[in-house]
């Protein structure tokens, strides 16, 4: 059956049985409403939501999180980590099967996880990893070279798919294996049918390793590019949830609609901060006080409060708000035009500039919105501002991990902590060619460098802080980002589901417990 006639299939159900789900033949299907279009499904070697969201019901991965931030057993039963924090060894169920019915073994494991290392744009979540000893089928030691604070939380879901060794590990480049697009996990779901742009269909694993797992049958993303058609689908039964959305506007709306529920939670370790890249690179740019003069130009507060309609929340630096780590008395940039013109003229551009800013399609109020209100603003500063628009993500992405751009919004994760989700941003060794949510910014400082690379090994919490505070300081003057709001992210779902996953990946976990209710 083809992906249209399952979408139809699924829509008419659904419209017709609303209020009564159950209606649906065994565990029934999930459909899912995403404006993000992946490139491919591995999420081993690619970041973001479009990848994450199936990638993590196609591939199991070490551990899991719950909603307290407490790591679960997963293809791993156990572990434990040696006294001085540089040994973990991992103790792997035993009865795990990839969907080729091949066994999940410790060489799997270890295949996957240096294969992460290696071509993953989040360079130090690995980074410490030496080595891993595989003395039995069911046993994985991750060898470091120093303490990795935050180790466990990147052997979960929308980090670490593990991937069978004997189909990724033929020796073609892991970024472009076919397999990425076609891939064989050992995850509750596995792919039926994927066509880029349109739609992912995923049964159920019959042979799931966790009994009585999975409860739905089938799990359908949907993609629809066109925010008020995406709606639609929610209001009128077509679509059954809709993951990470910011929208004011969306929000709103769907909160109106009674077989809906809406909620926040699920967040938790995302971190989504909405920013303005600057790719420190380019001529116009390289002058720290151009970027200065950018900051102090934008009105941080009427992004938040107009534009957003009150639901985003102010965001000063590179660790988001609500984190322990992040340093309230870095410099915020409160709007003071005479001092933006004034750093343009010591800057050699009194009389102005011209500069182009790109922005993620889709995700219209945080991103095209404010490319638009930049336009208007930096004009008062002599900068004339081109918005260029792309026709749908892949191209977006070319051009910035290309380092093909000026100026772009831009959204980024912290991914619960800033040695898996800000080093990479920062990191002089981390500037990628290609590489979308690297250091597209081309960015370099040495200080940085060292103080990130301390922090990525410290133990003790209180120097720990001490250090990314420092790290902030240097970058809120360097400036190669100037940082907006966080995401208001919210997830909309048919109130007849259960066990929708709330923990702090969110969608980005498997929904393997997820189910219609009687």
């Known amino acids: 059956m083809t992906v249209f006639a399952r979408l139809m299939g699924a829509a008419a159900i659904a419209v017709g049985t609303l209020a009564t789900p159950m209606a649906f033949a065994d565990g029934g299907t999930l459909v899912i409403a995403s404006s993000q279009v992946p490139r491919h499904l591995n999420g081993a070697v690619q970041s973001g939501i479009a990848t994450a969201v199936p990638s993590t019901q196609i591939f199991a991965s070490p551990l899991r999180y719950d909603e307290n931030w407490e790591p679960q057993p997963y293809l791993a039963k156990s572990w434990e980590t040696s006294a001085d924090g540089k040994t973990v060894t991992l103790h792997l169920v035993d009865n795990a099967t990839f969907h080729d019915g091949a066994p999940v073994t410790s060489e799997d494991v270890a295949f996957s996880i240096m294969t992460t290392k290696e071509n993953h744009p989040f360079k130090s979540m690995f980074a410490p990893i030496e080595a891993i000893e595989t003395p039995d089928a069911h046993t994985a030691i991750i060898k470091l070279s120093q303490p990795h604070p935050a180790l466990l939380l990147a052997l979960s879901p929308a980090l670490a798919p593990v991937m069978p060794k004997h189909i990724f590990g033929d020796g073609q480049d892991a970024k472009s294996h076919p397999a990425n697009s076609a891939p064989i996990g050992s995850g509750p779901f596995m792919l039926e049918e994927f066509t880029p742009g349109?739609?992912?269909?995923?049964?159920?694993?019959?042979?799931?390793?966790?009994?009585?797992?999975?409860?739905?049958?089938?799990?359908?993303?949907?993609?629809?590019?066109?925010?008020?058609?995406?709606?639609?689908?929610?209001?009128?039964?077509?679509?059954?949830?809709?993951?990470?959305?910011?929208?004011?506007?969306?929000?709103?709306?769907?909160?109106?609609?009674?077989?809906?529920?809406?909620?926040?939670?699920?967040?938790?370790?995302?971190?989504?901060?909405?920013?303005?890249?600057?790719?420190?690179?380019?001529?116009?740019?390289?002058?720290?006080?151009?970027?200065?003069?950018?900051?102090?130009?934008?009105?941080?507060?009427?992004?938040?409060?107009?534009?957003?309609?009150?639901?985003?929340?102010?965001?000063?630096?590179?660790?988001?708000?609500?984190?322990?780590?992040?340093?309230?008395?870095?410099?915020?940039?409160?709007?003071?035009?005479?001092?933006?013109?004034?750093?343009?003229?010591?800057?050699?551009?009194?009389?102005?500039?011209?500069?182009?800013?790109?922005?993620?399609?889709?995700?219209?109020?945080?991103?095209?919105?404010?490319?638009?209100?930049?336009?208007?603003?930096?004009?008062?500063?002599?900068?004339?501002?081109?918005?260029?628009?792309?026709?749908?993500?892949?191209t977006w992405a070319g051009r910035v991990g290309g380092h093909d751009f000026e100026l772009s919004m831009d959204i980024v994760f912290n991914w619960g902590d800033p040695v898996i989700g800000v080093h990479r941003t920062y990191l002089s060794d981390n500037i990628k060619q290609g590489v979308i949510w690297s250091n597209t910014q081309q960015y370099s400082n040495a200080k940085v460098d060292a103080l990130l690379n301390s922090a990525a090994v410290e133990q003790d919490d209180t120097k720990r802080k001490a250090l990314y505070a420092e790290f902030q300081q240097i970058v809120a003057t360097d400036l190669p980002v100037y940082w907006i709001n966080a995401l208001p992210y919210h997830t909309a779902y048919n109130a007849k589901l259960k066990n929708v996953p709330t923990g702090i990946w969110g969608s980005m976990h498997p929904m393997d417990m997820v189910e219609w209710s009687d």
């Open 198 to 394: 349109e739609a992912i269909v995923l049964k159920k694993n019959p042979n799931f390793f966790i009994e009585g797992r999975p409860k739905l049958d089938e799990i359908i993303v949907r993609i629809i590019k066109d925010p008020s058609a995406l709606l639609i689908a929610m209001e009128n039964g077509e679509a059954d949830m809709y993951p990470f959305m910011a929208g004011s506007q969306e929000i709103k709306r769907l909160e109106k609609v009674d077989a809906l529920t809406i909620t926040a939670d699920g967040y938790a370790a995302v971190g989504p901060i909405n920013w303005l890249a600057f790719n420190t690179a380019s001529p116009k740019l390289s002058d720290v006080r151009v970027r200065q003069a950018i900051a102090y130009a934008v009105d941080r507060n009427f992004i938040t409060k107009a534009l957003h309609r009150g639901v985003s929340a102010p965001q000063r630096g590179p660790i988001i708000e609500g984190s322990p780590y992040f340093d309230a008395s870095i410099p915020a940039y409160d709007v003071d035009l005479e001092k933006a013109q004034a750093l343009m003229a010591d800057a050699g551009f009194a009389d102005g500039m011209e500069l182009t800013i790109d922005y993620i399609p889709g995700p219209k109020e945080q991103q095209q919105s404010i490319a638009e209100y930049m336009k208007s603003q930096l004009k008062k500063i002599g900068i004339d501002i081109t918005v260029r628009a792309a026709p749908d993500f892949p």
